[in-house]
């Protein structure tokens, strides 16, 4: 067969319902990770939902446990044709975040997927089960179309923890070093920059959270008999946040900003435009750093907010002087940031703006990666996507939001790229999440394509890069 048959094969599977059974069994877990009670699901999952399905396909798959020493399990599943073949190394998670069904609309279940025209509800559906079950589907299609035989090797890594922070997935693929062992990277999650544009990202922000708390005193005292005289905290803590980012959202602090946009980053960010779609939020033109577009704040520029700030009890408030008061903010950042600092820089800049008091505590982080546009596996996978859709696919150094790309891209040493399935108001993790049918049909043919491609062109594209690597490091 040939490549258009390859990907006939892929959209044939969503016209004719194999793709909607297969997402709609995988949508009736109830894989929520946050949720200790539902570990049994997780195993059920990976055991009844994914293993039988990648056995038929030849791959030889074990579930190991986490090494975290919590009961989130990491399956690894692998299918070697030839030693002397190309290994992709693809990722998924089969977790979720919890299923808040009260708040879907009626007649919406987060375990049900329910089909209301282009739009395909359930949890999951867009983050992560849908999209990893769109690469399956793919990948089965073009096993298919030549005759059993991929022309490269593949790994699957899925592991039921990442919307819990990924707990032991670093340490897991440190010790698996040698069974994960690859050529390239290729995953998909997060949203497109649109909906109607093939988006390809080689990379994501990192994300530190960290608390700013200062506590005053014991017990609150009364607003009229001690007002004026006692030093309010939540008062205290928001001028110390204004010393942070200003009134229009400019990182003020030197080392938590991020070098210049790199040339070939800024080229591509010029390409692409952000928001517009109908559910996309209006975007405030005169917030963030100035000077930069829109692309560029998002994908090429560190942003920082604000994500919880309490002091005293909000829904009951009463006439008294809160004694303390806390508040989380976080450093989205992109590569080149000092992160890993982040405290000693947030520390030092407070103790010179007079805050000396106020506490700074540190709580999850994840790495910035980046792969230039101008990497030959970036290359190839965009040319790719435009023959299969006959678009210049959006190129995306990084996406906007955190995965656990890190690990793969440092720790594993490989050359990252995500082909996203989902769009940008696809209310992920939140009620209503939703997978839109024509992404998901779109996806299936740019997924076949590039699992078509890596058979005839993988072998060249790994010889070309370590040429490449050779050159640099003689």
Avoid at 53 to 71: K, T, W
Avoid at 152 to 161: D, V
Avoid at 203 to 227: I, K, Q
């Amino acid at each position: 067969m040939t490549r258009e048959h390859a990907l006939a094969l892929a959209t044939a599977a969503y016209d004719d319902g194999t793709l909607q059974a297969d997402l709609a069994r995988r949508v009736a877990y109830q894989t929520e990770s946050e949720e200790p009670g539902q570990a049994a699901s997780q195993h059920a999952y990976l055991a009844e939902a994914l293993i039988p399905q990648l056995e038929s396909l030849g791959f030889v798959c074990r579930v190991h446990p986490n090494p975290a020493g919590v009961d989130l399990p990491i399956l690894v599943a692998r299918r070697i044709e030839s030693a002397a073949l190309p290994t992709v190394l693809l990722y998924g998670h089969a977790d979720v975040v919890r299923g808040n069904a009260a708040k879907w609309d009626e007649g919406r279940d987060p375990w049900r997927l329910r089909v209301e025209g282009d739009r395909w509800y359930g949890r999951g559906t867009a983050d992560n089960k849908g999209q990893h079950t769109i690469n399956l589907t793919a990948l089965r299609q073009v096993l298919q179309a030549r005759a059993g035989k991929l022309g490269f090797n593949a790994t699957w890594l899925i592991e039921t923890g990442e919307e819990a922070g990924s707990p032991g997935l670093a340490q897991f693929c440190q010790a698996q070093r040698a069974a994960l062992a690859a050529d390239v990277f290729i995953a998909s999650d997060g949203p497109r920059l649109s909906a109607a544009r093939p988006t390809l990202f080689m990379g994501s922000r990192g994300a530190v959270n960290f608390e700013l708390s200062l506590r005053a005193r014991e017990r609150g005292y009364h607003s009229g008999n001690w007002g004026g005289l006692l030093a309010n905290p939540a008062i205290i803590l928001s001028h110390a946040i204004a010393t942070l980012v200003d009134a229009r959202g400019r990182i003020l602090v030197p080392g938590l900003r991020p070098p210049p946009i790199p040339a070939a980053v800024a080229a591509a960010l010029a390409d692409l435009e952000v928001g517009g779609g109908p559910d996309d939020p209006a975007i405030d033109t005169d917030w963030g750093e100035p000077g930069l577009s829109p692309s560029e704040q998002v994908f090429g520029w560190n942003s920082l907010d604000v994500l919880t700030f309490g002091a005293g009890d909000p829904a009951k408030p009463v006439n008294a002087i809160p004694p303390a008061a806390a508040v989380w903010c976080q450093l989205r950042f992109v590569v080149g940031t000092d992160w890993r600092a982040l405290a000693q820089h947030v520390r030092a800049h407070l103790d010179r703006a007079g805050f000396a008091a106020v506490q700074v505590r540190v709580g999850m982080q994840a790495g910035a990666t980046r792969l230039s546009p101008d990497n030959a596996w970036a290359r190839w996978a965009a040319a790719s996507i435009e023959r299969s859709t006959g678009q210049r696919p959006a190129l995306l150094p990084n996406l906007g939001g955190s995965l656990p790309n890190d690990i793969f891209a440092d720790l594993l040493g490989l050359p990252t790229l995500w082909v996203p399935h989902s769009y940008p108001a696809c209310a992920q993790h939140a009620p209503n999440e939703h997978l839109l049918g024509s992404v998901a049909r779109e996806g299936l043919a740019i997924m076949a394509g590039l699992f078509w491609d890596l058979g005839d062109q993988g072998a060249a594209l790994c010889q070309a890069d370590r040429d490449t690597v050779s050159l640099t490091h003689p």
